[in-house]
């Protein structure tokens, strides 16, 4: 998984969306969020296009520094702020969306961590990721190192 | 579709809902059937109050934003959350059934009153 900016092949009006929730998410819920990352087909640059008849969503991970599964008590105004972001960017020709996760990411599925940890666009991070995260990037850093993998 | 005929497509997932309660292997199930029952209830609410209806979920919560349902965009994307964990995690807990009820309670009674 890279840092990296929102992608440039994703529209303006969705960039711009993506960008608000981000940010949204940072300023309000600072003390929680350890991590935001894009994943799916438009972090793969595999999304369906515009003109589809069902253009890809763009699809947030949010981690927040709790072991409960649903970010109680948290998650009611975590997607107030959503909305709220969403209400700036009605425009957006692509859904946003936002799965919430607990910092022990121990009901994701292996193949999901892994999918992640490979495609995924860490757009915002607060100290260190995740212990199951963090291993899987440590594993396929050495796995770029020996060119088994670009 | 009409709002009568959404009124009876959530109905009839709630009727699947309560039988499946009884056995704890059915969670996921019961958190799909809750989240269709849910998309109808907001079909049948949008008719109800507004006249029009969104026939597809994608793009829905902006639809509801778009209305000045802000609340009920909320819960929306609170159920996808709940629904799409489902896709990519382990296993669907108790918590997350009882999540997904309370919020086909709150659009239950937001489309019926």
């Known amino acids: 998984m890279k840092m990296a900016p929102i ?14 929730t981000v940010r949204m998410l940072i300023k309000r819920h600072a ?18 296009p515009l003109d589809d008849s069902c253009p890809s969503d763009v699809d947030l991970l949010a981690i927040f520094d709790t072991t409960d599964r649903l970010v109680k008590p948290y998650r009611e105004d975590i997607f107030a702020t959503i909305i709220d972001a969403c209400a700036l960017h009605l ?5 946003v969306n936002v799965l919430l996760s607990d910092r022990t990411m121990q009901t994701w599925d292996a193949m999901f961590l892994d999918n992640l940890a490979r495609d995924g666009i860490l757009l915002y991070a607060r100290g260190s990721l995740p212990a199951p995260l963090a291993a899987r990037q440590s594993l396929q850093e050495r ?4 060119g088994v993998i670009r | 579709m009409k709002a009568d005929a959404h009124r009876r ?17 059915t969670s996921v199930a019961i958190i799909e ?4 029952a849910a998309y109808h209830w907001i079909s049948y609410g949008c008719i109800r109050k507004y006249q029009q209806h969104r026939d597809k979920h994608q793009g829905l919560t902006a639809y509801l934003v778009g209305l000045g349902e802000q609340h009920l965009a909320q819960w929306w994307r609170n159920f996808e ?3 799409q964990a489902g896709f990519y995690g382990n296993q669907a807990g108790e918590s997350e059934v009882q999540e997904a009820l309370d919020l086909l309670e709150r659009i ?3 489309a019926t009153t």
């Open chain 1, 7 to 20: 992608p440039a092949w994703l529209d303006e009006a969705t960039s711009a969306l993506v960008e608000e």
């Open chain 1, 31 to 48: 003390n929680i969020l350890l991590a935001m990352i894009l994943f799916g087909s438009v972090a793969r640059h595999e999304e369906r």
């Open chain 1, 91 to 95: 425009d957006a020709p692509r859904e």
């Open chain 1, 143 to 146: 796995l770029e190192d020996k």
């Open chain 2, 9 to 25: 497509h959530a109905e009839s997932l709630e009727r699947a809902i309560a039988l499946a309660k009884s056995d704890p292997a």
């Open chain 2, 33 to 36: 059937n809750a989240w269709g």
């Open chain 2, 81 to 83: 959350d709940v629904r």
């Open chain 2, 108 to 110: 239950r009674t937001w």
